[in-house]
């Protein structure tokens, strides 16, 4: 997947380092191949990323973690019954098809820079940080949309968040979606019986 040509160069940028980071990690991601990928200059890196490598990282981190908080409304709009366990399903089957459609050389790019030993300044913490709230915030509001109690939310969108991601690196560590497949199951009664509707 290559940056989308009708954004400018910096948001193509931008897209090319969270491509790069899920497929390679934090510590593999060159500046060149990102240019190269966004089809920059790569004197535009510069410019637009005076902060260098370690910029450029916390904002394709910080985009990453955004990207999936919105996912989250189309992942209920698409549900002929939302509940909170087939929005999990949702979630789960998204990672199933990609892996099944390309191939397990691709992970989540918020995971990647959380657990890439170069991502280890403040910065790079506080980006991760914030990506992963990007992300649980719109799912913790959705779940009570589907009549999850409001101080039950937040932990269950954690617990799905970290299962997903969880299951993510098992299914490239075995070449399978049977790991997304089993926390679907296992899970999803789970989530729709906090549901007090």
């Not at 189309?74 to 929005?87: F, I, S």
């Not at 939310?153 to 979606?177: D, F, K, N, W, Y």
Request: glycine fraction near 8%; hydrophobic fraction near 45%; charge should be positive.
């Amino acid at each position: 997947m290559t940056a989308p040509r009708t954004h400018g160069p910096r948001e193509r940028m931008v897209f090319a380092a969270a491509q790069l980071i899920r497929r390679d990690g934090v510590g593999a991601t060159g500046m060149r191949e990102v240019a190269a990928r966004a089809e920059a200059p790569r004197g535009s890196l510069q410019h637009y990323f005076p902060g260098g490598k370690e910029q450029l990282v916390n904002e394709a981190v910080t985009w990453a973690g955004h990207y999936a908080g919105k996912r989250i409304a189309r992942y209920l709009a698409t549900l002929p019954e939302p509940t909170p366990g087939a929005l999990f399903a949702a979630m789960t089957r998204q990672w199933i098809d990609e892996f099944e459609a390309t191939g397990f050389g691709t992970g989540c790019p918020v995971a990647a820079a959380t657990v890439d030993s170069t991502a280890s300044t403040p910065s790079a913490r506080e980006a991760t940080s914030t990506a992963f709230a990007a992300w649980t915030t719109p799912l913790t509001a959705a779940l009570t949309t589907l009549k999850v109690p409001a101080a039950r939310a937040p932990a269950l969108a954690t617990l799905m968040i970290s299962t997903v991601e969880g299951a993510i690196l098992m299914a490239r560590a075995h070449q399978s979606t049977a790991p997304l497949a089993t926390v679907t199951a296992e899970l999803a009664p789970l989530l729709d019986a906090a549901a007090t509707g």
